[in-house]
């Protein structure tokens, strides 16, 4: 069974605190038996045995995170100033309705689930691969797709 667009990010991605993308790269995951094979633009993992797999998230990215929120500290003290000027607003207000998406963010993060499959080569080399549904720029696999793609690699 193939899947398309799936997301892979190496171990060391999906265990970064500041990454800035949750993903190394895009392509078809096959999975046949208890094997998969993965292609994508830059990384090519070809008939790997699968150990075991599990679902999973990767480690918040919380340095990201707070560079994003310091370096829109001034436009949104620009918005801020600039709706108490027009419509007598306090700047606070403003201010908390324009981070008030951090916690979305990060609930998302913390919910999205992905794939570890520790697998070996055909020549025993042991390796670890994290992987999620990338449709529709992640949504799906948000939404259940990941899981459709584990339990297609659990029942083989």
């Known amino acids: ?6 997301w892979y990010a190496s171990p060391r991605r ?40 599990v679902l999973t998230r990767q480690r918040v990215n919380i340095v990201s995170y707070l560079l994003v929120c310091l370096a829109a500290l001034l436009p949104y003290s620009l918005i801020a100033y600039g ?35 520790t697998f070996s080569s ?9 992987f999620a549904d990338g449709g529709s720029q992640g949504w799906r696999g948000i939404l259940g797709g990941t899981r459709r793609v584990f339990r297609e690699i659990r029942l083989r």
């Not at 069974?1 to 799936?6: E, G, I, L, N, T």
């Not at 078809?28 to 993992?45: M, P, Y």
């Not at 055909?122 to 994290?130: K, S």
């Open 1 to 6: 069974m193939k899947f398309s667009p799936v």
């Open 14 to 53: 999906a265990r970064s605190r500041t990454k800035w993308l949750v993903y190394d790269d895009v392509g078809t995951l096959s999975v046949e038996g208890a094997q998969f094979s993965f292609e994508g633009n830059s990384t090519r993992l070809d008939r790997q045995i699968v150990e075991s797999a």
């Open 83 to 117: 709706a108490h000027l027009l419509f007598h607003v306090r700047v606070i207000v403003v201010l908390s309705a324009c981070y008030s998406v951090v916690p979305i963010g990060l609930s998302i993060g913390l919910s999205t689930k992905w794939i570890r499959v």
């Open 122 to 130: 055909e020549q025993g080399e042991p390796g670890e691969a994290y």
